[in-house]
């Protein structure tokens, strides 16, 4: 059974970049997302002489489907962040700047925070950064009401539910300007630019088209994205450790899920479920882990978790760490002990 250093070397085969698939996949995905933002706008019903509610459901069709090709495109960006794919490709880094700026993501403060999450992964007390906080359980009955407050608010439902505010537009740009203005000053320059394109398209084609063309894709998309970051790390057999224990490939192994998902939302989500690999080796492109789990047979004893309800709930319901117990707890659990 291949460990530690064996075990990153066995996914060193997968971590090179067929080009032309790189290019085949950011090129196909960025039409679709253009052509289902376009397809938001009214002019394609009329074009079409569709009757007034057929043309309303073809609109939020299409604004759905830009909800997604956003989620899509994110995770593609977030290769490129991780310079897995398209390195040193002028042509990418316009495009993918581009992308980061539209989807008020600004580069620097993601890379650095996102580089800091793979370094520290599932250490107790300095994996906050670039993910969600972990409290113990002893730190959370020790913690004042304002301390137990933040961190329940950050890992609450309503938190991932209202993404776009909270993590996006307030913790990846009004915040860390405010942390830094010399240093995070793009971050508000991305801010006002994402402001201005949305009342832009208010002013000038209306609620409607602000709603579907600008509004419900990112809200959608980025709670979606917001859910995904939380479940591939806080999930019912999600292994934390002291900073003294922590290995890297036991975080990847043991605190990091295989997200099991059907053949399209896998494709949505661009293979992301597979969150396991990719913390693994994160210089294996997206379109590869599939392949570098079913050739590697100590990736395919996954912890997994689901889309589904139940495991959704299963997942929101952990509030903190118990050092006993070896595992996340809930409320209940916390009462009951």
């Known amino acids: 059974m291949l460990t530690g250093k064996e075990l990153i070397l066995a996914t060193k085969p997968f971590a090179k970049e067929i080009r032309w698939k790189s290019w085949y996949h950011t090129i196909t995905s960025l039409f679709l997302l253009i052509g289902a933002v376009y ?41 490129y962040q991780h310079h897995t794919i398209l390195r040193q ?3 990418a880094d316009v495009i993918f700047t581009a992308f980061s700026i539209y989807m008020i993501t600004p580069p620097n403060i993601w890379k650095r925070s996102h580089d800091h999450h793979h370094n520290h992964n599932a250490k107790l007390f300095s994996a906050s950064i670039g993910s969600y906080p972990i409290m113990t359980k002893q730190k959370f009955l020790e913690a004042t009401k304002q301390e137990r407050f933040v961190y329940l608010a950050v890992r609450h439902p309503i ?12 913790g990846m740009c009004i915040q860390s300007f405010l942390s830094s203005p010399r240093r995070h000053w793009d971050s508000l320059v991305v801010l006002v630019l994402h402001i201005s394109i949305a009342v832009f398209i208010f002013v000038h084609f209306g609620a409607l088209t602000w709603f579907l063309m600008f509004f419900l894709p990112f809200f959608l998309s980025q709670m ?3 859910y995904l970051f939380y479940a591939q790390h ?39 479920g597979f969150h396991h690999v990719h913390h693994l080796n994160s ?55």
């Open 39 to 79: 397809g938001t706008f009214k002019t394609i019903p009329v074009y079409f002489s569709m009757p007034v509610f057929a043309g309303l459901i073809f609109r939020i069709v299409c604004s759905i489907f830009a909800a997604m090709m956003l989620s899509r495109f994110f995770i593609i960006f977030h290769d």
């Open 89 to 91: 490709s002028f042509i």
């Open 159 to 170: 938190n991932m539910l209202f993404a776009y505010f909270t993590t996006f537009m307030y």
């Open 224 to 226: 979606l994205g917001a």
């Open 234 to 272: 806080n999930f019912p057999e999600a292994i934390f450790k002291n900073n003294t224990e922590w290995s890297y490939t036991d975080a990847a192994l043991e605190s990091s899920s295989y997200m099991a998902l059907d053949p399209f939302m896998q494709w949505v989500t661009a293979n992301i």
């Open 283 to 337: 210089k294996i492109p997206f379109y590869r882990l599939p392949e570098a789990m079913a050739a590697i047979p100590e990736l395919q004893r996954a912890k997994k978790t689901t889309l589904r309800p139940n495991d959704i709930a299963a997942c929101l319901r952990l509030k903190v760490w118990d050092a006993e117990k070896n595992k996340m707890i809930g409320f209940k659990e916390m009462e009951a002990a």
